[in-house]
């Protein structure tokens, strides 16, 4: 082929930066994957090292070679699957940019019912700035604390995980974050952690054994299943969690758990028994009952 046609076919084979987001955005949306055209804008601008003004304002750049080659790599994993948050390492929480991995759930929007939950409650008791204790129980990433440890300036936390890769990850991010407020401990539930605490946060695992397979590929496939498998009935957590509030919760203090679709009424009667008054349920933007406040009793 002659050198001038060479050229004029690799200038119609080019792509721009915008080519690419729609022919990506296409295939996600042909494989049945939800919100297509952002998850082409996050997978390119990650490739590309490029935020979204970025990304927008480079719209027309042709893309080289190597740009194309890296762009499908992340597009095949997720093709594949693979959440976006997992394929760039990193997912928004409370306007926290928190690092995610293998050995951490991905921080959905819905637990950031659980810190709403807990800051109201707070907030109805007196000024955020005085000392609280809080104690994260499965912290996974650590999302849940280092949130309300971003609100509240003056409480320490600590996270407990059974998974001590998941409290390295919450480490780091604590560490990013420069809040040194927070601490870890490797333990299953509260078993090596010592009261009283004022809050007791958590999402715990709360699927049933049996319906983690039918759970959506980017979930049962990439999230680990220590952080899903609720046991049997998905309650096997929150018993414990009831528990340890005779020994872990201050004589004024709150627990705040996430739940699971259906889990409002037996969570409800679990905590009741242990002692506590349970408010009704917050629910999260799809209305549906996510965080269930809990007061001790005087």
């Known amino acids: 082929m002659p050198a001038a046609a060479a050229r004029e076919r690799g200038k119609a084979m080019a792509r721009t930066i915008a080519d690419a987001r729609r022919t990506i955005a296409a295939e996600l949306r042909a494989a049945g994957v939800d919100s297509p055209e952002l998850d082409a804008r996050l997978l390119i601008g990650h490739a590309l090292s490029l935020d979204h003004a970025a990304l927008a304002a480079s719209a027309s750049r042709i893309l080289g070679a190597a740009e194309e080659g890296a762009i499908a790599a992340l597009a095949a994993r997720r093709l594949a699957r693979e959440p976006v948050a997992r394929i760039v390492g990193m997912k928004e929480f409370w306007s926290l940019q928190l690092h995610v991995d293998s050995a951490t759930l991905v921080p959905r929007p819905e637990t950031e019912t659980v810190v709403e939950a807990a800051l109201a409650v707070i907030d109805r008791r007196g000024a955020r700035a005085r000392l609280l204790r809080i104690a994260d129980l499965c912290t996974g990433s650590g999302a849940i604390l280092l949130a309300l440890l971003t609100e509240l300036p003056n409480a320490f936390g600590v996270g407990s995980d059974a998974s001590p890769r998941a409290l390295a990850v919450a480490q780091a991010n604590a560490r990013r974050l420069s809040l040194s407020r927070a601490g870890f401990v490797a333990c299953d539930m509260a078993a090596a952690l010592r009261g009283p605490f004022d809050i007791i946060v958590s999402n715990p695992p709360y699927i049933r054994s049996d319906e983690i397979g039918a759970l959506p590929p980017e979930v049962s496939w990439f999230d680990p299943?220590?952080?899903?498998?609720?046991?049997?009935?998905?309650?096997?957590?929150?018993?414990?969690?009831?528990?340890?509030?005779?020994?872990?919760?201050?004589?004024?203090?709150?627990i705040v758990l996430e739940l699971g679709a259906g889990q409002a009424e037996p969570v409800t009667a679990l905590l009741a028994a242990a002692g506590l008054a349970p408010s009704l349920p917050q629910p999260d933007l799809n209305n549906v009952p996510r965080a269930l406040v809990a007061e001790r009793r005087a």
């Open 225 to 254: 299943r220590l952080a899903l498998d609720g046991g049997p009935d998905g309650l096997d957590c929150y018993r414990a969690i009831a528990a340890s509030v005779a020994t872990l919760l201050a004589p004024d203090g709150i």
